[in-house]
């Protein structure tokens, strides 16, 4: 784990979220799971601002993945519909 206070805060809902997402089957079954995770990370981007912290800095990495495959499973479930 990451040593960053802000996602250590967020991991426990980050986690469930994604846990969700992969039991659910299909795109249709993920999209309310992911606009949930695309949210919460959105929030904690937020909440770290401007940093030089090394930790801080692989958090946000971890958080840009997590925004990006989110957002891949929300495009997946528009071209479903």
């Not at 986690?15 to 039991?23: A, C, D, G, M, T």
């Not at 992911?34 to 990370?41: D, G, I, N």
Request: glycine content about 4%; proline content about 9%; hydrophobic content about 40%.
């Amino acid at each position: 784990m990451i040593p960053c206070p802000i996602c250590q805060r967020a991991n426990p809902v980050i986690e469930s979220l994604n846990k969700q997402i992969n039991q659910a089957r299909g795109p249709k079954e993920k999209a309310p799971f992911a606009k949930q995770l695309l949210t919460k990370v959105e929030d904690v981007l937020a909440e770290h601002g401007p940093t030089g912290d090394p930790a801080a800095k692989a958090c946000l990495s971890v958080l840009g993945l997590r925004k990006t495959t989110v957002e891949l499973i929300l495009k997946a479930q528009k071209l479903a519909d």
